[in-house]
């Protein structure tokens, strides 16, 4: 028999500030936009209000992902105004808790956006109702992508056990920090120093951030304590997919260690997905892994990577 | 021309002061794993000679901070403990921060310590310990080795005993608390094992 409750007040349960959650990687083929829609499924699983948008402007296909047909309405109708609301643009996915922006495949201009348009953009996805908003990254380090990863509260970079998928999560990296010092340059000459070293055989031979630091520290001293707080608060996390034995999953930890001794960059490992035949199966019939066979072993460890990502924890390297 | 790895050398291998032997040894082979030619993780980041360069100095840091007299001078050097002789080697680090205890007080020893003679395998070292009635407790109080290493010794279980440097010490700790000749009971203990495969060829 049931026992009177003692009468309490509901107390919503405290949800964290809406974020943007962003997958990027630099290269394509690696499975950003598998894990973005699987990423997105467990956490809308957890009982997070979350919103897929596509941001590969050029090659769009996350709806595909989804099982999905490309839908009437994109990304682009939205960044060229044939829409006022970005409501107008969001779709349903039939899982609870889950819709989808998708993007611009039939706008070829979208892929070229103007800064401000995507600081719209970016302005308006956040004034939606939710809790997180994961971005499908394109793949190559252009300015359009790299600064979707930079406004992010997370910046996810997914690799590939290959030599040519971490080349280019690396250069990702350097892009993207380069950018941001750019920003926070506190006088012409240190931009020029930035500027310089974006190209990669520059006269002054700097190769990493933590030469830039160095190169910096000689012409304008007073700025390195802020190249060097900027450098601190950029924060990317490594997503290994595809990992086909114990030896690749631990390539994560290297690529920690990596970027902290040779780039001057914090990076953690948020955790890895198997290389899973399930995975491409589901593809073919347009699926999405993680709903269509939940107890396969890369849909579980999304589910922990998702797990994982919203307690801001990642893989420690112990000895 | 710049380090491409700085610092001291337990920042090399990714470790604290404290490690224990077990935790060096682990770092150095996530270190070779990480510099070795095949690794993709530092595949674009370093060139050639940087990885070698990278690889020789965690060699160097390995070399030092493996052997437990050279690590304690290095450790004294840097000022990460102080100067107390390091007799007995501490074969173990120490759980705390530095400085490391004094090493624990000399254990009674018989007048003059036994030499075997012959082969020195677990059993033989298991007999002798027995026939004086000390018990692996004991030895490990007395020389600060785990109870597992000691059993792993007079088991045989040389694929679990720690890297040789390491091992000597605890078999001349083990002899000194039995009442055997240090050196040469490791020594002869020591001809039986099989060389060990050097991880860096
Ligand atoms: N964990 C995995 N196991 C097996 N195949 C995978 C896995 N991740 C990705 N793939 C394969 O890689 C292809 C590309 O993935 P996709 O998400 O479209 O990459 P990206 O968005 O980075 O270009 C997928 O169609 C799938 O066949
Ligand atoms: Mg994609």
Redesign the pocket.
Known sequence: MMEALPAVVPVAAARPRRQVWS?G?G???????????ALGFQLARLGRRVVLVDA?LG?A??HT?LGLAGPALTLGDFICRRVERIEDVLVETGVSGLRLISGASDFLGAANIKYAQKVRVLNRIRSLEVDIILL?L??GTSFNIIDFFLVSDVGIL?V?PEPTSIENGYRFIKSALYRRLRAAAPSQAVRAIVDSALDQKNPLGIRTPLDLLAVVERADPAAVPLLRKEMGAFHPRFVI???RDPADAAIGHQLVTACARHLGVKAAYAGY????????RC??QRRL?ASAVPDCP?AQKVRELARGLLQGESLALTW | MVAVLGGNHYEVLGIDARATPEQVERAYRFCLEMYGDSSIAIYSLLDADEQRRARSRVQEAYEVLRDPFRRHDYDVSQGFVRATPPMPAPPRAAAGPVPLPAPPPPAPRPPAPQVLEGPVDGATLRRCREERGISLKEIAGRTKIGVRYLEYIEADRHELLPAPVYLRGFLQEYARATGLEPRRTADAYMSRLRRHPDPTR
């Open positions: 997958v990687g290269k394509g083929g690696i499975g950003k936009s598998l894990l973005t829609a590969d090659g296909n996350l992902c499908d394109g793949a997914t590939v997919n595809q990992v997905v198997p290389f899973d035949d399930t995975v491409w593809v073919r892994f890369s």
